[in-house]
């Protein structure tokens, strides 16, 4: 038995108490296929410390097989000897058959390190040494898709792809989707996708093919997609979102109801199930329940200003003008938007507080003077108040957007024959 093979024994079996014996044995007499093939396991296993002194063993006995410096240089970068690892990479000729795992180690230290430019020009000279590598046509879309650049990764990508479906842990039909996704053509990712659905395998796959089939308002493959993802890990958080709202695109509340609960029970921070939550117990009469949603999500998140307006549109619905009223007590006037100016307006004009009704109408007037709707409530109040003259003005306002509404043309008749 190759010594070089006893080592690796005894170091699966958790004994290592003969490992520099069996290490200076296998240096001193196993052949240097075994040797090379002990470093590599080594170094898998974690034992870099062997694994530097094999490599060093083949460099000195063959000095010109520059493979050896490249994978010791490898090792020494990753246990942060930075220096002495650049100087055996650079040391590789361009002449030498491992001057382009050289650049690759060079590539791949420098975007470790974030020098995204830097690892690009060593993978381009390393491309131009050997254009058909799959590694370093990988490397290179890889990079454009961390930079953003994702035209040139989806060439390059789709390079790939014609020889091989996968790279590492990469299933490269994920990657193109995910380059067309970004570039905005969510259209042909669908088709990448069903196409190759049978390659995403992993939960993080499935839930981007969802994303990407939910932004292409393919609902039903969406659904299918989070789904998957659920079931294989309940607690995947990102997912319930989105299943939401592909419910809610088919109109199937119950479903977002289900999905908006199950969801805040592994995360009740997620402000959107708490809002598509209520909107679809809402929209199933279950009122009840999406008040509790709306202020179960405000304790959560009392800054939310939509889903302090969701509520406030829910009392109104429900006239609870005082608990209306109420959500915005507290906030200074900066903090209330016009649609909020609009509710409370509402509010104040069935509790008679006409003064403050008034006052809030015209704080919302700015930004829905052209709003049909909030004319003619606005008109009514004004009427309900006896200002004719204001009541006249909305009304010629309103009739421009909605000629055709005789009732209120009547009424503007009626005021323009009152003297």
């Not at 290490?23 to 075994?34: I, S, V, W, Y």
């Not at 708490?274 to 959560?300: H, I, P, T």
């Not at 100016?341 to 919302?364: G, I, P, T, V």
Request: aromatic content about 10%.
């Amino acid at each position: 038995m190759k010594y070089s093979q006893e080592l690796l024994d005894a170091i699966e079996n958790h004994d290592f108490s003969e490992t520099n014996i069996l290490l200076k044995k296998a240096l001193d007499n196993d052949e240097p296929e075994a040797l090379a093939s002990l470093a590599e396991n080594l170094t898998d296993l974690g034992f870099s410390d062997l694994a530097k002194e094999v490599y060093r063993a083949l460099i000195a006995k063959f000095p010109h097989e520059d493979i050896f410096k490249v994978y010791l240089a490898e090792i020494l970068l990753n246990d942060g000897q930075e220096d002495d690892g650049l100087t055996l990479l650079y040391g590789v000729s361009k002449e030498s058959d491992a001057y382009v795992e050289s650049l690759l180690a060079q590539a791949d230290y420098y975007q470790t390190n974030g020098l995204i430019e830097a690892a690009k020009q060593k993978l381009l000279e390393a491309q131009n040494n050997a254009p058909d590598q799959e590694a370093i046509l990988f490397g290179l879309a890889e990079l454009d898709y961390m930079s953003g650049n994702f035209e040139e990764a989806l060439k390059n990508y789709r390079k790939l792809f014609e020889t091989t479906k996968t790279f590492g842990e990469v299933v490269i039909s994920q990657r193109i989707a995910a380059c067309l996704a970004q570039i905005g053509d969510y259209e042909e990712a669908s088709k990448i996708i069903k196409k190759n659905s049978t390659d995403l395998l992993t939960i993080d796959a499935q839930y981007e093919a969802g994303l990407i089939m939910l932004a292409n308002g393919d609902n039903k493959e969406a659904i299918k997609f989070l789904d998957q993802v659920i079931e294989t890990q309940p607690d995947y958080v990102n997912a319930y979102p989105l299943l939401a709202r592909a419910y809610a695109n088919e109109n199937n509340n119950e479903e977002v109801l289900q999905a908006a609960q199950t969801g805040l029970s592994y995360n009740e921070f997620d402000e959107t199930l708490y809002s598509l939550g209520a909107r679809a117990a809402a929209n199933l009469n279950d009122k009840e329940q999406a008040e509790k949603l709306l202020k179960k999500g405000l304790k959560v998140a009392p800054d939310n200003s939509d889903l302090r307006l969701q509520l406030s549109n829910l009392y109104l619905h429900e006239n609870k003008d005082l608990e209306n009223l109420k959500l915005f007590e507290d906030l200074e006037d900066d903090q209330i938007e016009p649609q909020a100016h609009w509710n409370m307006a509402l509010s104040y004009q069935r509790l008679e507080k006409y003064d403050k009704a008034k006052s809030e109408f015209l704080l919302a007037y700015p930004s829905f003077q052209n709003n049909p709707d909030f004319l003619k409530q606005m008109l009514t109040f004004f009427r309900e108040i006896a200002d004719n003259n204001t009541t006249k003005a909305l009304l010629e306002k309103y009739l421009q957007l909605v000629p055709e509404d005789s009732e209120m043309q009547a009424l503007y008749d009626d005021l323009s024959m009152e003297k």
